[in-house]
Every structure is written in C-alpha cells, then in structure tokens.
C-alpha cells in the first residue's frame, strides 16, 4: 500500500512539474500576442479610463453623460473607439515590437474619438439645447485612455524583452559595439530585435573619451584608453562589432589585428541607411572575412573611358566561366555593351553563369557558348558571326604541379589558344584585345609560368605586325598581369577554408614563402581600366600592395574562424611543390616600368622580339607539344624564353 501511495505521490508530482515546464515552454514560445487578446486589453483600459474619469467629475459634482440610461452610450463611446482602432490598423503590429510609430497611431485614434464626440455634441446641442457627453470628460477620459494605451504596450514590450533577453543570455556571446553615432546605434537596436538572437549586447566603445559618464539603450559607454582587447577584456566581452563609419580603413585592421592577436571574434557592418530595416541591418552584421585585412585602398576606376571602349559594344570574354572571366562578364554589364559572348569549355560552371546572368537586369544580349579555344576552326566561326569588338582574353591552365605534369596541355591551351584568337582578332579588325597573364611569366620557374610568358612575347610581337601599315582600325593588343587572386579557384583561401572546416591540418609549402594578393573584382576592375587606356602593345602591371607571408595569412584565417593556431589546428609544412618559387616578381631583372595616369598601374618596358622569328619558334613548339615530349616541349620553351629556370621540377636538368 505504501509503495502504491508513493507511486501515486511521485506521479501526481511528475505530472505538476511536466505541466509547469510544459507552461514555462509555452510562454516562452508565445512570440506575440493574438489580436483578441490585445483588443480585450484594450477595451480593459478604455473601461476602467471611462470609471476613472466618472470617479474624478463626481467628485466635483459633474456628471460624465447626462441621461439616466448611461449603458447604451458607453457602449456607444467604447465601440467608436474599437472602430478608431481598426481605422487607424492598431493591431497590425506586434505589441512587443511597439515603436513611437504605433505611440502616434493611437494618439490619432483617440484624438479623431474626442473630435467626433465634441462633434457629436455640438450638433446634438444646437438641437435639443443640451449636451449628451460633458466636454471636459471628454478630453480628460481622451488623455487617460491614450495613456493606459500606451503604458500597457510599453510593459508588455519591455517584459517580452526581458523575458526573452534572460532566455538567451547564457548561449549568447557577450558583444560591445565600436561607435556611438548613428550607424552604431541602427545596428544595436537591429540587433536587439534579431530573433533568434545571436549577440548580447553589452555597451558601446567610444573612441573620442567624450561620452564617459552617459548611456545609450541603457548600456554604458565605454572609452578606449588602452587597446580594445584590455577593454573587452574588462567587462567580459568575447566579440567586438564594428560599426563607427568614421574609421578609416587603417584604424579598421588595426583594431582587427589586436582582437584577433587575443582570439576575440570581429564583426564587420557597412554604412546604414535610412531606409533599411532592422532585419537587413541584422543581416549585414557579418565576420570579417580575410579580403577585409587587406591594406589596400579602393580602386578608383576612369568609368568614362571604360564606358567610351564598351558601350553599345559586342565583347567577347574568353574563359567566362572561371572566376576571373566572370568577373569580368558582371563587371563589363555594368557599362551597358550591346553585346556579351561568354566563352568557355567548361560546361557546368558556364551554364551556372548563365542562369546567374538571366536574372540580372540588363538590355545587352547575352550569348553562352562552349567553345574550346585551341579549336582554330570553331573560334574562326564565333568572330565571323558575332565581329566582336573588344576581347579579354582569361582562358588558361593556371595550376603550377598540374602543368609541370603536362606541358604539352599548357602550350596547346596557354600558347596555341592565346595565338589563335590573337590572330583571329587582327583578322577581324578587333579594336582591343586584352590578354590577362600572371606574375609567374615574370622570371618563370615553372611550365606555367613559361607557357604564359611566351603568350605575352606573341601579343607584343602581334601588335608590331598588325600595325605594321599604320591601319587606322588596327587592334590594339594589351597584356595585363598580377598576383594571385583571393578566393579565384585553385587559390589558397578556398583550399585553407576547406582545411579548417575539417579541422585542420593546414598545409603550407614553406614557411618563409610570400604571395602578392589582389581580391576578384580589384583584378578585373583594373583590367578594365587597362583596357581602356592601352594604345598597344603594352604589359600593364599593378600595384599589389603589400607582399603577405602564406603562413601568416593561414594564422589570420584559423583565428577567423575561432580557433587557435597550432592547437585546434595545426600547421604543416609539406615542402615546395615542382616549380614553385619562394616569392613571385612583377618585373624580370632587365625590365623597367613607366607610371600611367592611374597610381595602381605601370606599364612594364619588355624587349619585343619580332614577329617572324618568334611565329616560327612557336609553331615549332606546338608542333612538339602535339607528340606529347614532355622534355623535348620543356627544352624548347627555354629556348623561347632564356630566363626560364626550373625550380624543384625534374625539368632542372635541362638547365645545365
């Protein structure tokens, strides 16, 4: 019998509790009000204002409504009020989101009640000689009623802050926001709405020591005195938002460099507009991202020359499916060609960016066509067609070991490719051929490398042969060439982000190696630009800003992503790969350059060779490149280009 009585205690307990959690659960749930619930309130307050004004002018011997039957006309007054409600839609926003928005809806409800009623009156009067309602019951019960109104949503929205703040403070990563003007202050409040949350606010960082002993939304303002990480380190912060639209881009890395130095997270959010709300202000607060810690400048681009050289024009863009090529489609759109050829041998990527490019608004026709450019015949057939005015040139093998393993695919694409359409193009009278090459033709130590600086000898050499006549419509062949590419494919950043998703180890060739880095659209821009301004036969150059060590650049990411190097994830070493220098060169050790009117672009003064002797060499070369030699294809490449040196490849024996 004890037993069973305990059973029946213990159970009755576990239902009582299981019902109490299943309550808190269901409130917590509750992330609004329903509408009849809030309308019942609301008559709640309109009931207990009337009372209270009745209370107040029967203490002064007045009387609120001066018939006997007063039910029917408080009936009347509450129901006048609901429909103000519904007129002025009081009930199309959620309570708990209630702003100085909803304050002035439901002051119009309650004035537009008082006119109608006053209204009401006057016309009633001027008939009968008496009033219904006494007028100053009117106003006092208008501003008592405005006021519960109000105060109710205010508690309730304060509540369901409060409510829903202590829910998450445990899970929530505690966050200071860097600035205290407007923009700082959009995203705080964007923030504290975001539902689910995903920071907990906790004061801002005033950086001008002005605002010491104020506070904003109720959280303190914080001066920096010291570095940010001593500060955050002081109230418990574990990740900083920045959001001061006055930092310059230098005051931006320096503040990013010393959270990420002690393993605090960044966020980063652009400019706010007015007229963004608060879930797109929510969404933009993102992490920074590695292309954020470049110390670079934003590219200024002569958008009429670019405009001059491509609008109403028929452009075709070779490669148009890689990361570059279609960089170079978006970028193109934006100056409204009549027409875009996008060509590419890749067939999946090429219909990806054909489904992006049919939502994008434009009236350039756009063309996708798969096409392998070392197929002479098939090229000849698209500039017959189409007579394309300007052309980038960005198809290329560009994978350094992939093609130390096959160069005879490197000439046939990288050499043979480019020549067919450089001859294509002079065929045809193309205005502007730009050619995209790569710093590794600089002092080359690798097929790659060379395949692509013999492509450069050729367009230089093309451009004295097909000016030879002094033609007016003579095409102008420019070559452009920078580093590597953040985020392009086959680039460090994609292969050390998949790393670290699986955590780890990082493989790095060596550690003393260093890359200069552009980002995608900084490239293509500057292509453009080149385009623009080349007059023929030129190597344009570009400033790459500061060389950065492939090991430090890996540290950055591991501590972007939250984790610490060398011990959530590891660093190894694997060695230099076949043809891989520990740094790249912009110049060879004989080449000069000339500055242009754009600081971020020089051209390179190389030794034309001409065009006869070097067309002989190269058809040579293809030639040998179709046997498949590798050796035979390799030793005439150096011959072609004396300063190819083989670095870390079997090919090294031909040097000697």
Known sequence: MRNNSNRGESGKRTKV???????????????????????????????????????????????????????????????????????????SGIIRHSSYTDAIKLLFSQVSVLVFFVSLNFVYQYFNGYKIYLNTALFINMVISFCGLFLY?????????????????????????????????????????EVPSRFKIVGFVDRNSQNSSKRMMDLPILIQKKKLPT??????????????????????????????????????????????????????????????????????????????????????????????????????????????????QAETPLHHLSLELKNTDTDAAILTIVADIRNRDAINILFKEYLPEVVYHAAAYKHVPLMEENPSQAILTNVEGTKNLADLACEYKVRSFVMVSTDKAVNPSNVMGASKRIAEKYVQSLQLKCNSNNEKKSTKFITTRFGNV???????????????????????????????????????????????????????????????KIIDLARKMIKLAG???????????????????????LLNDTAKTIPTHHHKI???????????????????????????KKDAIVSKMKKIVPEFKSMNSTFEVLDK
């Open 17 to 91: 509790s299981l019902s109490r959690e299943n309550l808190i659960r269901s409130i917590r749930d509750l992330s609004y009000l329903p509408r009849w619930i809030v309308v019942g309130i609301d008559l709640m307050v309109l009931v207990f204002s009337f009372f209270f004004t009745k209370l107040v002018l029967n203490g002064v011997g007045l009387h609120f409504i001066t018939f006997e039957n007063k039910v029917p006309y408080i009936c009347f007054l509450l129901g006048v009020n609901v429909f103000t409600f519904w007129i002025y839609r009081t009930y």
């Open 231 to 344: 500060l955050m380190r002081s109230v418990g912060a574990e990740s900083v938002i920045i959001a001061d639209k006055s930092l310059s881009k230098e005051d931006r890395l320096v503040i990013v460099e010393q959270c990420l130095e002690f393993n605090f997270k960044v966020y980063i959010v652009p400019l706010i507009t007015d007229w963004e709300n608060q879930k797109e202000i929510s969404q933009k607060v993102k992490s920074i991202q590695i292309e954020d810690l470049l110390e670079r400048k934003p590219i200024v681009l002569d958008g009429k020359s670019i405009s001059k050289q491509l609008k109403d024009k028929t452009v075709l863009i070779t490669g148009a499916a890689g990361s570059i090529g279609s960089e170079i489609v978006r970028q193109v759109l934006q100056f409204k060609p009549k027409r875009i050829i996008a060509v590419d």
């Open 486 to 548: 953040l985020g392009s494919n086959g680039s460090v950043v994609p292969l050390f982000t998949r790393q670290i998703a699986e955590g780890g180890p990082i493989t790095i060739t060596h550690p003393d190696i260093i890359r200069y880095f552009m980002t995608i659209p900084e490239a293509c821009q500057l292509v453009l630009e080149a385009g623009a301004m080349g007059k023929g036969g030129e190597i344009y150059i570009f400033d790459m800003g500061k060389p950065v």
């Open 153 to 193: 949503r205010v508690v309730v929205k304060q509540v369901f802050e409060q409510f829903f703040s202590e829910r998450n403070d445990i899970k929530l990563p505690r966050t200071l926001i860097y600035g205290t003007d407007a923009n700082a202050l959009a995203v705080a409040n964007a923030l504290k709405l």
């Open 602 to 628: 020089m051209i390179a003064q190389e030794v034309q060779e001409e065009f006869e002797i070097l067309h002989d060499e190269i058809e040579t070369l293809i030639t040998i490149a179709n046997f498949h």
């Open 563 to 585: 984790f610490i190097p060398d011990e959530d994830i590891k660093i190894k070493i694997v060695g230099l790969r076949p043809g891989e220098k520990l740094y790249e060169e």
